[in-house]
């Protein structure tokens, strides 16, 4: 796993009120295999029922062993946190979050190597069988609902494994009349914009449950996601001078000054490969999406 915080960092722990210790554990716990599905070509999804509290915030993961062993692997938390629960800045989850989730369940994406000594045991599990969990981990790519704007999830292939927790939390927090889906002719109080890519349907995870969600390019018969796409899907943008800088090691353009697009605001999250998170990057600086509404994560 990789990330990579594209802008100002934010204190994800004051913006959910949880103590630093919750949200990242260094104690193995146990949790108990509920099912395991096919969720794409060389793709589980992997259901667990952790025995205590996991709090997590979407976009982050879960350190995964079977007892007795060192050797462990991370792994995305696909689901969101439960209906009903909710993370703010002014701290309200403090109350609501933590003993909520007790024994609740939780899906990771899990790419299975042929070759691993982990994941081809994992997609082996039955019901019942019991592993290891720690965590959750990561806050550089994670997405609480209080951040303003519209919500961009750009993924490829597995990458869209945490972006379906975080699409799943943003419509379950949303408003009663903004609960339908985009695809479904009604805007949402909160507007989410997905893009997936993959080289087929079967490379897409879950995308049979959520392919009316999901706006797709499937690159075996279709153009890669590209900046035409993006500006289709999130434009047009208005046109404005560029001047060019240089943000980690991708030199891309960006505006001059805030766009009116801007102004509105769009919160975005790009994960998948590393080229691909480059290109889709290098393209949103470039319609005018300030840096510091970015984040990305590598993802294979």
């Known amino acids: 796993m990789h990330d990579e915080h594209h802008g100002v960092d934010e204190v994800l722990y004051r913006d959910t009120g949880l ?12 949790a ?7 969720a794409a070509e060389d793709m589980i999804a992997l259901t667990l029922r952790p025995e205590t509290t996991i709090p997590h915030i979407p976009g982050q993961y879960l350190d995964v062993r079977f007892p007795g062993e060192r050797r462990s692997r991370s792994f995305s938390i696909a689901s969101a946190p439960p209906a009903g629960e909710s993370t703010d800045a002014e701290g309200s989850a403090i109350e609501t979050l933590g003993p909520s989730l007790v ?17 081809p045991r994992l997609a082996a599990a039955r019901p019942g069988t019991v592993v290891e969990i720690r965590g959750p981990v990561g806050r550089g790519f994670t997405w609480t609902p209080d951040e303003p704007g519209t919500l961009v999830l750009i993924g490829a292939g597995a990458g869209v494994t945490p972006l379906i927790s975080m699409y799943e939390h943003a419509i379950r927090t949303s408003t009663p009349q903004g609960t339908r889906r985009r695809s479904g002719g009604t805007d949402p109080a909160r507007s989410v914009i ?3 890519s993959a080289r087929t349907p079967d490379h897409l995870y879950r995308y049979a449950r959520y392919r009316d969600a999901m706006t797709t390019r499937f690159t075996a018969e279709e153009p890669r996601i590209d900046r035409a796409f993006l500006e289709e899907h999130l434009g047009p943008f208005p046109r404005e001078p560029i001047q060019r800088r ?11 000054a805030p766009t009116q697009k801007d102004a509105a605001g769009v919160t975005v999250r790009v994960c998948g490969p590393g080229g691909f998170i480059g290109t889709m990057v290098d393209a949103l600086l ?15």
């Open 19 to 30: 103590r630093r210790d919750a949200l990242r554990s260094d104690t193995w716990r146990p």
């Open 32 to 38: 108990t295999v509920l099912s395991v599905e096919h």
């Open 103 to 119: 024994g609740s369940a939780i899906e990771l994406g899990i790419r299975v190597l042929p070759w691993g000594n982990l994941t």
């Open 194 to 196: 997905f893009l997936a």
């Open 246 to 256: 240089t943000i980690g090691r991708s030199r891309a353009a960006t505006r001059t």
């Open 286 to 300: 470039d319609l005018g999406v300030r840096s510091e509404r970015i984040r990305s994560e590598g993802f294979t």
